[in-house]
């Protein structure tokens, strides 16, 4: 078993900035990548970024790219997605998920979720 807790969610401005963490417990979690997603309201989840524990390997989704930066502790068991030049389209819960083995895109094919945090961009 994996837990998962997300933290950091807020409202920002168009613009602005905002630092999501991810705090991780469990069984063996170097066996595990982490990634994040978000839903929008009447969306479905979409992948944003994710990461393995040594943080050697990112990937991110073409709509962030360049604005958000995911990187990993694993001393404090910590995952974070630093926000950047945040959309009012950026707008959305955004998930703390993680697979056993290879990192992957799919949110079907994650296997622990976190419970979210809410991230809203203004205009």
């Known amino acids: 078993q994996v837990q998962l807790v997300e933290s950091g969610g807020g409202l920002v401005q168009a613009g602005g900035s905002l630092r999501l963490s991810c705090a991780a417990s469990?069984?063996?979690?170097?066996?595990?990548?982490l990634g994040w997603f978000r839903q929008a309201p009447g969306k479905e989840r979409e992948f944003v970024a994710a990461i393995n524990w040594s943080g050697s390997t990112t990937t991110y989704a073409e709509s962030v790219k360049g604005r958000f930066t995911i990187s990993s502790d694993s001393a404090k068991n910590t995952v974070y997605l630093q926000l950047n030049s945040l959309k009012p389209e950026d707008t959305a819960v955004y998930y703390c998920?993680?697979?056993?083995?290879?990192?992957?895109?799919?949110?079907?094919?994650?296997?622990?979720w976190g419970k979210g945090t809410l991230v809203t961009v203004s205009s």
């Open positions: 998920a993680a697979r056993l083995g290879v990192v992957s895109r799919n949110h079907r094919a994650m296997d622990y």
């Open positions: 469990g069984r063996t979690l170097s066996n595990y990548k």
